[in-house]
């Protein structure tokens, strides 16, 4: 299954449109790109799926190149609220489902 | 109300001992997994159901046993607690196991001594 690499840290300020990529090389013609947001003390929350191209629903923009080998969380905007750990998975849907989670990236929002 | 709950939310207990951990959910969902999360936030998946029966079962050592008496409930047992065993353990779930949005609980931190 593809293993996903993301950075561990970043920081933004409020206002601004922050851009998380992660790297999945060996993705799989089935594998789908889901991202997570995960708060101290809470579990995981689902933020966006996709598969190829762009996606976009209320809280963020997904965006997966034609090789698909890597894919970008948008947050437009973010707020001290969005100070949070986000996941990069690769999930291989089907009978033999598998699920990889990345380590993480540590966002941080300054004011 | 609660989608996908955990009891307890904390467990301490000596290496050696036998602990379960439940998770509940009330969505009506087939599918549903457990996750084992170390000091380092790595977020690893153990097992996985789908309508009672084991569809995940990731390399972990025997000492864990999952248990799901029907779909909303998924239970997880650990014999012989190893202090390596200390992590958070997420329940989550999902409509099937086609279905790629999962609802996690709100985790079960486990401290061995």
């Known amino acids: 299954l593809a293993k996903t690499t993301q950075p561990i840290s970043m920081d933004s300020y409020e206002g601004q449109e922050v851009n998380i990529t992660c790297s999945h090389n060996n993705i799989a013609t089935n594998d789908y790109i889901t991202w997570y947001q995960q708060f101290p003390s809470q579990g995981p929350r689902f933020i966006i799926q996709?598969?190829?191209t762009k996606v976009t629903n209320e809280v963020a923009s997904l965006f997966i190149p034609a090789d698909r080998k890597s894919s970008t969380l948008s947050l437009p905007r973010v707020s001290l609220s969005d100070t949070a750990v986000y996941y990069c998975l690769v999930e291989r849907s089907g009978s033999a489902r598998q699920l990889t989670f990345g380590s993480g990236t540590q966002l941080t929002v300054l004011p | 109300d609660t989608a996908v709950s955990q009891t307890p939310k904390y467990l301490v207990t000596q290496m050696g001992n036998d602990k379960s951990i439940k998770c509940e959910q009330n969505l009506g969902h087939d599918t549903m997994y457990w996750y084992k999360q170390d000091s380092k936030k790595f977020l690893k998946i153990m097992f996985s159901y789908n309508n009672k029966e084991l569809i995940i079962n990731e390399t972990v050592p025997n000492r864990f046993s999952p248990k799901s008496p029907d779909k909303a409930h998924l239970n997880l047992h650990i014999n012989s607690l190893e202090l390596g065993d200390s992590a958070v353990y997420f329940c989550?779930?999902?409509?099937?196991?086609?279905?790629?949005?999962?609802?996690f609980g709100p985790g079960t931190r486990l401290t061995v001594l």
């Open positions: 989550a779930s999902s409509q099937n196991y086609r279905d790629n949005e999962q609802f």
């Open positions: 996709g598969y190829k």
